[in-house]
């Protein structure tokens, strides 16, 4: 069976391949692997209804022999996730793999109390894979990620999905950027400031955690893949226009200016609409929260080698845009 642990500083899941019945939840179950080309899952279904996942869950990439790359990992308790939940970030240029996105708990398949949300730059000091079984036979995997230089982004509490009371963000020296009460609606510290008046009037709509926060998200997941080969000129860019309103959802997402593909255009309106609900609303000059506009520009550049006219390197900017 799966065995998931977590200390402070240390995160150790146990993969276990047993061809045994195993009974999680007091309920007997049976195991189930999916392996794909790219990405496979494992975990268990009840014994009498194989659609309920109930008990362990893990999702993972299998880059070689010995390179497993996890993507999720946690419970089901009658088909709804239940207890701790932890996510990663996907493998890429600037993501070895076991790099820990997210971690926190889930109750009857909601998101409850804290979660902790993690700088791209948390790297695992340690990763090692060990198969062992019996009878020549690799029965389990032992991943032991040591993630002592966690880099703390954002951090607060969950009651059934919903933000509530005050959640801190951090920057990456480990220094608090800013406070808000989701309870009260109410920002109490932003750096961004110099004023603490100007927290509560006249103030554009604000990303929970800052800049750094919205740059971090963005980069994970706009999918440079797939936009980067339809870009032919050395640069292209899009800015989309959308509309947040007084309670942080995001709304009528659409392509205010660009000069680059249709698929840049669409990638950068889906980024944008998955930050809902991950905003601070506008405030008027009275304090009053408002509806309020926003734009983001996405900027693809590429540098080639003129010998062998390949790319050689690609960068992929995000910045906010104020008429």
């Known amino acids: 069976m799966y065995s998931v642990l977590y200390t402070m500083k240390k995160f150790i899941l146990i993969v276990s391949f047993l061809l045994l019945r195993v009974s999680v939840y007091s309920q007997e179950t049976k195991l189930v692997v999916k392996e794909g080309l790219n990405v496979s899952e494992e975990y268990y279904v009840l014994k009498h209804d194989k659609r309920i996942k109930h008990g362990a869950y893990v999702k993972y990439q299998t880059v070689s022999i010995s390179g497993v ?69 690799k029965d389990s995997i032992v991943v032991d990620i040591d993630h002592g230089q966690q880099k703390v982004r954002l951090a607060g509490s969950y009651l059934n999905d919903k933000r509530v009371g005050e959640w801190i963000s951090f920057d990456k020296n480990g220094n608090v950027y800013q406070q808000y009460n989701f309870s009260k609606r109410k ?75 249709t698929v840049l255009d669409n990638e950068a309106i889906r980024a944008v609409g998955l930050t809902d609900m991950s905003w601070i609303p506008a405030t008027s000059q009275t304090g009053e929260i408002l ?33």
Do not use: C
Not at 108 to 133: H, M, S
Not at 197 to 224: A, C, H
Not at 298 to 323: G, H, M, P
């Open 69 to 137: 790359k996890l993507i999720e990992s946690g419970q089901y308790k009658n088909n709804q996730k239940d207890g701790l939940w932890a996510y990663f970030y996907r493998l890429s240029l600037k993501s070895g793999g076991n790099n820990i996105k997210e971690r926190g708990h889930y109750a009857n398949g909601k998101k409850n109390g804290v979660w902790v949300y993690y700088y791209l730059d948390t790297i695992p000091d340690a990763t090692n894979v060990l198969p062992f079984g019996s009878e020549r036979k």
């Open 187 to 261: 920002l109490i510290l932003d750096r961004s400031f110099k004023d603490t008046v100007e927290y509560s009037i006249n103030r554009m709509p604000l990303y929970i955690g800052g800049p750094s926060s919205l740059t971090n998200f963005l980069n994970e997941e706009f999918d440079g893949i797939k936009v980067i080969p339809k870009i032919i000129k050395d640069s292209a860019s899009a800015i989309v226009s959308f509309v947040i309103d007084s309670y942080g959802h995001v709304t009528d997402a659409k392509i205010y200016k660009s000069n680059g593909p």
């Open 291 to 323: 509806q309020s506009n926003y734009k983001i520009q996405f900027t693809v550049l590429k540098s080639s080698d003129l010998l062998s006219r390949s790319v050689k390197n690609v960068i992929i900017k995000f910045r906010a845009v104020f008429d």
